[in-house]
């Protein structure tokens, strides 16, 4: 068992009594740590508050993070987020204030002390930089970093900080792209290539939260806790933190690390007023393999305003400060995909049995918004608001702009080698795979198991996130006390809520075809080519018309509310700063789904052939049209189904088209899913020096209390005539309802020690918890006839629970740069996975009213465990020691390793047994900025994993390694313009998969590059 395990059990007290105790093993570690050299003591209180303000003389900002000593007190304090620091209780005298911030020499400035009251000390720290810094693009990068890299020195724990105009223009001003350019964090592209959710340290995005300065942000999606980076625009802020060792006054609920945005403010200027815009778009040239329905138009507009300015209220000077910024993006996306799936039947597949081809458009729309407003109402008491609004909208905005798909399928029994065959070509017995052929080269002979499948699937949703917040900072006394109340609430519609017509799928079939699929030429994009029966190029050829109709309401709330006090005390003759706090937050998320389905029966309404007529009127040509499609798929004259003509036959033609009410009825009650959470959570922390070493340790405690609801299939009353009646009695009327408690302590302790001033070493432990996935909390039950499978929810399923260990080594380089060098690792237990748990049992009584015996009953359940092991290597450096105006270069390189083990109760494939978890990622950018010019080159490269799991290693699928290069050039003008053009995915890598055991090619992606252009401005 692990460590954190053990200290559970003995924490076995009421919370009252823990909270006392955690208390005392802090305070008891802080008298009996070992004698190393401790700072002078507190100065009394009745002293003067000595306020140093500290900003940056080549620009407009105050600097957060930067170290304030106070000699010769021995005192230290970092500046806040307006770059303040305060001594209180400073006796009279003669001081010297020094102030160290990355990319600026240490300042050392006088401070004179005659009495009680407030001594003001503003520092302005100049930049020793060795390229001419007259464009404000160049201050603001150069800056941007510094405050990364000051803010890392200066953190208690392991963490990574990145300023949003770090790596210049974005390509969907998506915040998870900046992330991934950081050490130990990367994402999977979805099949649009977008990054939607960043994995941390190899951990799902499911294990770690997303705040907004401090807040949670509501997940967009249904029944997921994790945010989707998709929907949020980096220019809303200002930096991200993400915390990788957590300290105890962060969630244990972020087991891979906690991802924190901040917003930008207006007390942190300089200047009273700033305003900054981009004016730009993306960009489709003809000159790239795009598909050619992504040309029209070519270009789409983005657009950006922030601003931000500081007021005078009640006589007081600069006191109130409002930001506000707006995006307006749009933006088109393809999937050009190709999937071949192979024979299973042992672990070297003999044959290709399924070809799909996919060309598909999206069109997104995202507006975003934000406005904070920061107000100081004394030196003593500050509070601050924040609100944000997201709106995205994917549609099919272009006539179009929707996804085709082409499926030539043999059916389950067909997929074997013929063993006979007629002499018309068609096989008399076995299967449908004409003998001799190979996965290369594949030949499938015609019958009634065979088909080619044309589908059309337009996809339209609405996401819209909320996000409010309040908070503030006072002091009372030697007592500070900050607090934090937020609201968010996400929701995401798709067709029916807002869009009646929309999400409604085609699918039409040609039975009985005959083809040969031939990779010689290459696993990305075979050639298929038709050998037998009715042609696939013909509309009036396809039948069986259907169109499937799924919409879905998904509503995410979130309140939160915590506090926490901070107090300078001595123990043991020994300067501490004691922490305490709580939190409180509920969550909701609910979703109701449902799932319609139109059958094309034509003039006669028969589908097919009419028995009594024998004719056959459900003509589907009046449907066809033949949009521009991907050369590269071969697709030939095939037609495709367009979703205006067939959803204007649909809501003006109702007669020509079947329902099934029972089918809408039925699925709406079967996939409503509501799940409430309540947490919970204290901790008290103490830090303290000895000498050149802090340590920082405590322990946070956290109850967590769940509520779900849902429906499951009771049983089956097909002679109930009333449809809703049949439902009612079927699901029943009320819910079933879950209910689940857990509680635990999780301690943890940090050490970072100043080698030199710039050699920092730290060391962490800490502990963490992966509740389980909220699906799992909601009542299901499921019947797979075919595969003899019963599946039921699990009631008592646990959390996950994670023990994780950091030791790190940096060294931070003149004018501004980095050397970082950390391991970790990340013990797991009780992980939750999907397993046989039994079996029904024959008889009326075995729980499934007689019915299913025999069936394997499967569940989520606990039981696996695992570990991580990681390295990440950093280098960052402005390469100042070049000569002449190669000073300009700056470069940077990090690289992280991971090695896993997974224990799901069964093989998992070995040391990358952990689906999604990839053991090698990196990332090289070359940047340059001298004078007006600013190039910069960027390869990143994500390396082979585990794409999914199965007991066969031949069901198994690796995805391939990925290579991407993304380029771009600023040009500064005078007036404070810059012009910008950046390429994403420069050479257009693909997204591919295969085979788990042979490495035989499965499924090709082609997203295409991204192109962004436009005009930055700040006046």
Same mark, same amino acid.
């Given at each position: 068992?692990?460590?954190?395990?053990?200290?559970?059990?003995?924490?076995?007290?009421?919370?009252?009594?823990?909270?006392?105790?955690?208390?005392?093993?802090?305070?008891?570690?802080?008298?009996?740590?070992?004698?190393?050299?401790?700072?002078?003591?507190?100065?009394?209180?009745?002293?003067?508050?000595?306020?140093?303000?500290?900003?940056?003389?080549?620009?407009?900002?105050?600097?957060?993070?930067?170290?304030?000593?106070?000699?010769?007190?021995?005192?230290?304090?970092?500046?806040?987020?307006?770059?303040?620091?305060?001594?209180?209780?400073?006796?009279?005298?003669?001081?010297?204030?020094?102030?160290?911030?990355?990319?600026?020499?240490?300042?050392?400035?006088?401070?004179?002390?005659?009495?009680?009251?407030?001594?003001?000390?503003?520092?302005?720290?100049?930049?020793?930089?060795?390229?001419?810094?007259?464009?404000?693009?160049?201050?603001?990068?150069?800056?941007?970093?510094?405050?990364?890299?000051?803010?890392?020195? &200066?953190?208690?724990?392991?963490?990574?900080?990145?300023?949003?105009?770090?790596?210049?223009?974005?390509?969907?001003?998506?915040? $998870?792209?900046?992330?991934?350019?950081?050490?130990?964090?990367?994402?999977?592209?979805?099949?649009?290539?977008?990054?939607?959710?960043?994995?941390?340290?190899? *951990?799902?995005?499911?294990?770690?939260?997303?705040?907004?300065?401090?807040?949670?942000?509501?997940?967009? @999606?249904?029944?997921?806790?994790?945010?989707?980076?998709?929907?949020?625009? $980096?220019?809303?802020?200002?930096?991200?933190?993400?915390?990788?060792?957590?300290?105890?006054?962060?969630?244990?609920?972020?087991?891979?690390?906690?991802?924190? +945005?901040?917003?930008?403010?207006?007390?942190?200027?300089?200047?009273?007023?700033?305003?900054?815009?981009?004016?730009?778009?993306?960009?489709?040239?003809?000159?790239?393999?795009?598909?050619?329905?992504?040309?029209?138009?070519?270009? *789409?507009? &983005?657009?950006?305003?922030?601003?931000?300015?500081?007021?005078?209220?009640?006589?007081?000077?600069?006191?109130?400060?409002?930001?506000?910024?707006?995006?307006?993006?749009? &933006?088109?996306?393809?999937?050009?995909?190709?999937?071949?799936?192979?024979?299973?039947?042992?672990?070297?597949?003999?044959?290709?049995?399924?070809?799909?081809?996919?060309?598909?458009?999206?069109?997104?729309?995202?507006?975003?918004?934000?406005?904070?407003?920061?107000?100081?109402?004394?030196?003593?008491?500050?509070?601050?608001?924040?609100?944000?609004?997201?709106?995205?909208?994917?549609?099919?905005?272009?006539?179009?702009?929707?996804?085709?798909?082409?499926?030539?399928?043999?059916?389950?029994?067909?997929?074997?080698?013929?063993?006979?065959?007629?002499?018309?070509?068609?096989?008399?017995?076995?299967?449908?795979?004409?003998?001799?052929?190979?996965?290369?080269?594949?030949?499938?002979?015609?019958?009634?198991?065979?088909?080619?499948?044309?589908?059309?699937?337009?996809?339209?949703?609405?996401?819209?996130?909320?996000?409010?917040?309040?908070?503030?900072?006072?002091?009372?006394?030697?007592?500070?006390?900050?607090?934090?109340?937020?609201?968010?609430?996400?929701?995401?519609?798709?067709?029916?809520?807002?869009?009646?017509?929309?999400?409604?799928?085609?699918?039409?079939?040609?039975?009985?075809?005959?083809?040969?699929?031939?990779?010689?030429?290459?696993?990305?994009?075979?050639?298929?080519?038709?050998?037998?029966?009715?042609?696939?190029?013909?509309?009036?050829?396809?039948?069986?018309?259907?169109?499937?109709?799924?919409?879905?309401?998904?509503?995410?709330?979130?309140?939160?509310?915590?506090?926490?006090?901070?107090?300078?005390?001595?123990?043991?003759?020994?300067?501490?700063?004691?922490?305490?706090?709580?939190?409180?937050?509920?969550?909701?998320?609910?979703?109701?789904?449902?799932?319609?389905?139109?059958?094309?029966?034509?003039?006669?309404?028969?589908?097919?052939?009419?028995?009594?007529?024998?004719?056959?009127?459900?003509? *589907?040509?009046?449907?066809?049209?033949?949009?521009?499609?991907?050369?590269?798929?071969?697709?030939?004259?095939?037609?495709?189904?367009?979703?205006?003509?067939?959803?204007?036959?649909?809501?003006?033609?109702?007669?020509?088209? #079947?329902?099934?009410?029972? #089918?809408?009825?039925?699925?709406?009650?079967?996939?409503?899913?509501?799940?409430?959470?309540?947490?919970?959570?204290?901790?008290?922390?103490?830090?303290?020096?000895?000498?050149?070493?802090?340590?920082?340790?405590?322990?946070?405690?956290?109850?967590?209390?769940?509520?779900?609801?849902?429906?499951?299939?009771?049983?089956? +009353?097909?002679?109930?005539?009333?449809?809703?009646?049949?439902?009612?009695?079927?699901?029943?009327?009320?819910?079933?309802?879950?209910?689940?408690?857990?509680?635990?302590? +999780?301690?943890?302790?940090?050490?970072?020690?100043? @080698?030199?001033?710039?050699?920092?070493?730290?060391?962490?432990?800490?502990?963490?918890?992966?509740?389980?996935?909220?699906?799992?909390?909601?009542?299901?039950?499921?019947?797979?006839?075919?595969?003899?499978?019963?599946?039921?929810?699990?009631?008592?399923?646990?959390?996950?629970?994670?023990?994780?260990?950091?030791?790190?080594?940096?060294?931070?380089?003149?004018?501004?740069?980095?050397?970082?060098?950390?391991?970790?690792?990340?013990?797991?237990?009780?992980?939750?996975?999907?397993?046989?748990?039994?079996?029904?049992?024959?008889?009326?009584?075995?729980?499934?009213?007689?019915?299913?015996?025999?069936?394997?009953?499967?569940?989520?359940?606990?039981?696996?465990?695992? #570990?991580?092991?990681? *390295?990440?290597?950093?280098?960052?450096?402005?390469?100042?020691?070049?000569?002449?105006?190669?000073?300009?270069?700056?470069?940077?390189?990090?690289?992280?390793?991971?090695?896993?083990?997974?224990?799901?109760?069964?093989?998992?494939?070995? $040391?990358?047994?952990?689906?999604?978890?990839?053991?090698?990622?990196?990332?090289?950018?070359?940047?340059?900025?001298? #004078?007006?010019?600013?190039?910069?080159?960027?390869?990143?490269?994500?390396?082979?994993?585990?794409?999914? +799991?199965?007991?066969?290693?031949?069901?198994?699928?690796?995805?391939?390694?990925?290579?991407?290069?993304?380029?771009?050039?600023?040009?500064?003008?005078?007036?404070?313009?810059?012009?910008?053009?950046?390429?994403?995915?420069?050479?257009?890598?693909?997204?591919?998969?295969?085979?788990?055991?042979?490495?035989?090619?499965?499924?090709?992606?082609?997203?295409?590059?991204?192109?962004?252009?436009?005009?930055?401005?700040?006046?």
């Amino acid at each position: 068992m692990n460590a954190s395990h053990h200290l559970r059990r003995l924490l076995r007290l009421p919370p009252p009594y823990r909270a006392m105790l955690a208390t005392a093993v802090v305070a008891a570690a802080m008298l009996l740590s070992p004698g190393l050299p401790a700072q002078t003591t507190v100065a009394p209180a009745g002293g003067a508050i000595v306020n140093v303000r500290v900003s940056s003389a080549d620009s407009t900002s105050f600097l957060q993070r930067a170290r304030v000593e106070l000699t010769p007190t021995g005192r230290e304090v970092l500046t806040d987020q307006f770059g303040t620091a305060e001594f209180i209780g400073v006796a009279p005298g003669n001081y010297s204030v020094r102030v160290t911030y990355e990319g600026f020499p240490a300042t050392v400035v006088p401070a004179r002390v005659t009495g009680p009251g407030r001594v003001e000390v503003p520092v302005g720290l100049k930049a020793d930089a060795p390229v001419q810094l007259e464009q404000f693009v160049v201050t603001a990068e150069r800056e941007g970093n510094a405050a990364a890299l000051t803010r890392q020195k &200066n953190a208690p724990s392991v963490e990574n900080v990145v300023a949003m105009d770090a790596l210049g223009v974005l390509a969907n001003d998506n915040p $998870a792209e900046v992330l991934m350019r950081l050490p130990g964090i990367y994402a999977l592209p979805s099949t649009e290539g977008n990054f939607d959710r960043p994995i941390i340290r190899g *951990l799902p995005g499911e294990l770690n939260s997303t705040t907004v300065d401090g807040g949670l942000l509501a997940p967009q @999606f249904a029944m997921t806790r994790s945010a989707v980076y998709t929907n949020i625009t $980096a220019n809303n802020f200002d930096e991200i933190q993400v915390t990788k060792a957590l300290t105890p006054n962060l969630p244990a609920s972020s087991i891979s690390g906690r991802v924190n +945005f901040k917003t930008k403010t207006a007390l942190n200027m300089k200047t009273k007023r700033e305003l900054t815009y981009r004016l730009g778009g993306k960009w489709s040239p003809t000159f790239f393999d795009f598909t050619p329905r992504r040309f029209a138009p070519e270009a *789409l507009p &983005n657009f950006s305003l922030s601003y931000r300015e500081s007021f005078d209220l009640f006589g007081a000077t600069r006191n109130f400060g409002v930001g506000a910024n707006a995006v307006y993006n749009e &933006n088109i996306t393809q999937r050009t995909r190709t999937i071949s799936n192979l024979d299973p039947t042992g672990p070297t597949p003999q044959f290709t049995e399924r070809f799909q081809r996919m060309d598909g458009i999206q069109d997104r729309l995202l507006r975003t918004a934000n406005l904070r407003g920061d107000f100081r109402l004394s030196p003593d008491a500050r509070f601050f608001f924040n609100l944000m609004r997201n709106l995205q909208a994917q549609r099919t905005a272009r006539p179009e702009n929707y996804q085709v798909d082409y499926l030539a399928n043999i059916t389950a029994a067909g997929r074997a080698f013929a063993t006979s065959i007629s002499a018309t070509g068609a096989p008399l017995t076995g299967g449908n795979i004409k003998p001799g052929s190979t996965e290369v080269l594949t030949e499938v002979l015609p019958s009634a198991r065979t088909s080619f499948q044309a589908n059309t699937n337009p996809f339209e949703a609405n996401d819209q996130t909320n996000f409010l917040q309040f908070g503030g900072e006072q002091r009372l006394g030697a007592w500070r006390l900050d607090y934090l109340f937020g609201y968010s609430r996400a929701e995401r519609n798709t067709a029916r809520r807002h869009l009646p017509d929309a999400g409604r799928n085609f699918t039409a079939n040609v039975p009985s075809v005959g083809w040969i699929l031939d990779k010689t030429g290459g696993a990305d994009f075979p050639k298929f080519t038709q050998t037998a029966g009715p042609s696939i190029f013909d509309p009036s050829n396809y039948s069986g018309a259907v169109v499937s109709q799924g919409g879905a309401n998904a509503r995410n709330h979130s309140v939160t509310g915590e506090f926490n006090v901070k107090r300078d005390v001595t123990l043991g003759g020994r300067p501490v700063q004691w922490s305490a706090g709580g939190a409180a937050t509920r969550q909701s998320y609910a979703q109701d789904n449902f799932n319609r389905q139109f059958t094309y029966v034509g003039p006669d309404g028969v589908v097919g052939v009419n028995p009594v007529t024998r004719v056959n009127d459900d003509d *589907l040509t009046r449907f066809a049209s033949y949009p521009r499609l991907e050369p590269r798929l071969n697709y030939g004259s095939l037609p495709s189904f367009d979703p205006n003509k067939y959803n204007h036959s649909i809501d003006h033609e109702p007669q020509l088209w #079947r329902t099934d009410p029972y #089918r809408e009825l039925s699925t709406a009650r079967a996939n409503f899913s509501y799940v409430q959470e309540e947490l919970r959570a204290a901790y008290v922390m103490g830090a303290t020096r000895f000498g050149s070493l802090g340590v920082l340790g405590g322990v946070r405690w956290e109850e967590s209390r769940n509520l779900s609801r849902g429906y499951t299939l009771r049983s089956t +009353f097909a002679s109930i005539t009333d449809l809703q009646a049949r439902v009612n009695a079927e699901y029943g009327t009320d819910p079933i309802v879950r209910r689940g408690q857990s509680d635990g302590y +999780f301690p943890s302790i940090h050490f970072r020690h100043s @080698f030199t001033p710039n050699l920092i070493g730290r060391a962490s432990f800490s502990t963490g918890i992966g509740r389980p996935s909220l699906g799992d909390l909601v009542p299901n039950f499921a019947v797979n006839d075919t595969q003899r499978e019963v599946t039921v929810d699990n009631p008592s399923i646990k959390s996950m629970y994670s023990d994780s260990y950091d030791v790190a080594l940096e060294y931070y380089l003149k004018p501004m740069g980095r050397i970082g060098l950390t391991l970790f690792r990340k013990d797991l237990t009780d992980f939750v996975f999907r397993q046989e748990v039994g079996v029904v049992a024959s008889g009326s009584d075995n729980g499934y009213g007689g019915l299913y015996s025999g069936y394997d009953i499967i569940s989520n359940a606990n039981g696996g465990g695992g #570990r991580v092991n990681g *390295l990440e290597f950093e280098y960052l450096q402005q390469l100042s020691f070049l000569p002449g105006a190669l000073r300009g270069l700056t470069l940077l390189v990090n690289y992280t390793h991971l090695s896993a083990q997974g224990d799901y109760g069964q093989d998992s494939g070995g $040391a990358g047994g952990l689906v999604g978890f990839v053991p090698d990622t990196a990332n090289v950018r070359l940047s340059y900025n001298y #004078r007006w010019l600013a190039p910069y080159v960027q390869w990143s490269y994500v390396g082979r994993t585990l794409g999914s +799991f199965n007991v066969l290693p031949q069901l198994q699928t690796n995805r391939l390694e990925r290579r991407i290069v993304n380029a771009g050039v600023s040009v500064r003008l005078p007036r404070n313009l810059e012009l910008f053009l950046d390429v994403s995915n420069l050479f257009d890598e693909p997204q591919r998969t295969a085979h788990f055991v042979t490495g035989t090619r499965i499924s090709t992606i082609y997203n295409g590059p991204f192109v962004s252009f436009g005009l930055n401005g700040r006046y």
